[in-house]
């Protein structure tokens, strides 16, 4: 008999932290996004599908308005996809034969991978993300919020965005 992993409280709320996050990242840059959440992503033909805990289209956001039905043949993959490894494993094989250009890791710290050549490699900075040091400061305001709360976390992380986009 197998069994059923239910998602755990820690693993959700850091998921949804880190989007809170990154949508805020991308409102003061003043990026255009579509965001898909945990949306299923299937290729039949290459017998690969994933579903992260978190993706966005960034760069290909206005290929992806109003779609609600995907079509991996011919719909690109996420720009960005985000997982929080507490109790699983990313498999990196899904993600590399999908084509997903950047993907960050969450597992006690944040890693950032971008596919080059058809291989992840790890990198200190996002490419969407620009100089920003998203590995240091995401995991920094996810402290925060676990123990301070949440919207003591999000306006300090605005905070600090308004004070280090602005030079």
Do not use: H
Not at 35 to 63: H, M, W
Not at 118 to 145: C, H, N, T
Request: glycine share 4%.
């Amino acid at each position: 008999m197998s069994e059923i992993v239910m998602p755990l409280p820690e693993r959700e709320k850091i998921k949804v932290l880190i989007r809170d996050f990154v949508q805020v990242l991308m409102d003061e840059m003043e990026i255009d996004f579509e965001g898909f959440g945990s949306t299923t992503f299937k290729r039949v033909d290459k017998l690969a599908g994933l579903e992260p805990d978190d993706c966005f289209y960034i760069q290909n956001n206005v290929a992806m308005r109003g779609i609600r039905k995907l079509d991996m043949t011919i719909d690109p993959p996420p720009d960005l996809a985000i997982e929080v490894d507490v109790t699983s494993k990313t498999k990196f094989d899904v993600y590399r034969v999908l084509g997903v250009p950047e993907l960050w890791l969450y597992d006690q710290t944040l890693k950032i991978y971008i596919l080059r050549d058809g291989e992840y490699i790890e990198s200190e900075l996002s490419p969407i993300f620009g100089d920003i040091p998203i590995r240091d400061v995401i995991p920094q305001f996810l402290e925060i919020s676990l123990s301070q709360g949440r919207s003591t976390a999000m306006k300090a992380f605005r905070v600090w965005m308004q004070e280090n986009l602005s030079r």
